[in-house]
């Protein structure tokens, strides 16, 4: 669904791999772990505290929170504000976190 | 002519509650409100229906206190069956955190004189931390004990607010947000309340504008000598439940957020935020509840208290304007039910409910006397 507008030069850039969930995900240096996964088709992120609804990032800069995930254990991040990492993981946050992560 | 029986000056927790009160005996009501510019501390306050530690000068107070408090419950789910709209009231107790031995033996002296002079209707109990630790399982090594009345509870302030105009509309009453009022005056019998291209002819008017009640009530033959006094406040993402009870600074909302409160600040008309003012209760925060230092905080504001000199409510009927009532008070999430059962039959002519007699403007008026 998502394509990349990438100027020509930028096409034999490195590749970056992280697990998401048990999946396993290539990106670019530079991408956001929420550009990273919707480029490779993956479009749920986090389900909803309340109701329990999928999301998926949506505003990409930073304000609309529809983009948490929980990465390398950490919970609550925003997706389209963590820039993606060799070896990171990240996975789908469900519903409201927990306490002590 | 008249065009309504009842204009209620303030469509915050205050007049709404007044106004649905009216509104659901059968009155034509129509509520003014000015709006998103004015100071409004029905949309910035903590959301606590609370009892305990209340009255301790006034012990009338106390009572009305918990009239209103007995009364939430069915306010709430009249509300719900009504509007469709939950405010999520829960009543599970509520606790008051003591960080030392000798601030629990004050607290225990403190409640037990109002247990007393409200003849034991309001009860508590002493915790120590272990006690403590089976209610809240997370609590802080620092925290010595508690102080715990089943009074105690809360609820979602905005949708309670939200309820209460829906069911104002629903009894046919009208809300008229973006309406300031510049002047009321009086002709024959009537009242004027002057907008700025509209005026409009009522019976009775009620001013329930929080702090703008300042420059209405003279206009009325009233005096309403309110001061703010603002409250910072600080929300953290949704969590799973760990908090089931409220606590005075603390508690986790019905989605999840817990909610970190407060602080008393005198800084006039000024309802900012300051980082050393929210840094102090984030740490009071995370001293109560260890764990939440790893949690993130995604709002926080002030908010300007609608506060009298002594901290009491006021409520008054004009002497020189029959006709024309005052009604503003500082917790005005715990005294919506009493506003709208009780106190709004008031305005309408029954007689006044007996805990609200202390509460009129004449307590602020110190007689001085010169020595000779
Ligand atoms: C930080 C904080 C925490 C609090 N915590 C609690 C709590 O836990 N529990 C509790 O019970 N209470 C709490 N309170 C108190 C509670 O919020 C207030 O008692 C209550 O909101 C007051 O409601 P009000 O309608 O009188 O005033 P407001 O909410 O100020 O509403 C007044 C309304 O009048 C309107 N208005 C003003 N002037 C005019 C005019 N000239 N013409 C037309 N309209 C006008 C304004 O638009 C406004 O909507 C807290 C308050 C603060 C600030
Ligand atoms: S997509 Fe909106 S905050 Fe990340």
């Known amino acids: ?101 | 002519m008249q065009q309504c029986d009842f204009a209620v000056i303030g469509g915050g927790l205050v007049g709404s509650a007044i106004a649905y009160g009216l509104a659901s005996q059968g009155h034509q009501v129509s509520v003014l409100d000015e709006g998103d510019v004015a100071y409004r501390a029905s949309r910035g306050n903590f959301g606590l229906v609370w009892v305990q530690g209340k009255g301790q000068e006034i012990p009338l107070y106390s009572r009305w206190s918990m009239r209103s408090a007995s009364l939430w419950a069915a306010l709430s789910q009249e509300l719900f069956e009504l509007t469709g709209v939950a405010t999520q009231h829960h009543n599970p107790g509520g606790v008051h955190l003591c960080y030392s031995q000798a601030e629990l033996a004050n607290r225990e002296v403190e409640l037990n004189a109002l247990a007393q002079a409200t003849g034991r209707q309001f009860t508590f109990d002493m915790l120590d931390h272990d006690q403590l630790r089976d209610l809240i399982p997370e609590i802080g090594e620092s925290v010595t004990g508690a102080s715990w009345s089943s009074w105690d509870g809360h609820a979602n302030p905005l949708y309670l607010l939200r309820a209460l105009h829906n069911g104002i509309r629903h009894y046919g009453g009208e809300f008229v947000p973006g309406s300031k009022v510049n002047r009321i005056r009086r002709n024959g019998g009537s009242f004027v309340i002057e907008r700025d291209h509209q005026t409009l002819t009522v019976g009775r008017v009620i001013l329930a504008a929080g702090l703008g009640n300042r420059e209405l009530a003279p206009q009325v033959g009233l005096d309403a000598p309110l001061v703010p006094n603002r409250g910072e406040i600080l929300v953290t993402e949704r969590m799973r439940p760990l908090l089931d009870l409220p606590t005075t600074y603390l508690r986790q909302t019905g989605e999840g957020s817990i909610l970190m409160g407060d602080s008393h600040e005198d800084v006039g008309f000024d309802d900012g935020t300051e980082t050393p003012v929210l840094a102090q209760i984030a740490q009071r925060a995370v001293r109560a509840l260890p764990a939440l230092a790893n949690t993130r905080v995604v709002r926080s504001w002030g908010a300007l208290r609608v506060m009298t000199p002594d901290g009491y409510p006021l409520y008054q009927a004009s002497e020189s304007h029959p006709g024309a009532f005052v009604a503003c008070c500082h917790s005005g999430v715990t005294l919506a039910a009493a506003h709208a059962k009780c106190l709004a039959p008031w305005f309408a002519g029954a007689e006044a409910p007996s805990e609200i007699t202390p509460f009129t403007a004449e307590r602020f008026h110190v007689q001085t006397s010169i020595p000779a």
Do not use: W
């Not at chain 1, 530079?30 to 949506?58: E, K, M, Q």
């Not at chain 1, 389209?80 to 306490?99: F, P, Y």
């Open chain 1, 1 to 101: 669904m998502f394509k990349r507008l990438s100027p020509p030069e930028a096409t034999n850039e490195a590749v970056v791999t992280f697990r998401f969930d048990e999946q396993t995900v290539t990106a670019r240096p530079g991408d956001t772990v929420a550009a990273a996964l919707l480029t490779s088709g993956i479009s749920i992120c986090r389900s909803t505290p309340v109701s329990n609804a999928p999301r998926a990032p949506y505003c990409m800069m930073g304000v609309c929170f529809e983009c948490l995930v929980e990465v390398d254990g950490n919970p609550n991040v925003q997706a389209c504000q963590a820039e993606v990492r060799d070896g990171m993981h990240v996975h789908t946050q469900q519903g409201a976190r927990r306490l002590t992560s």
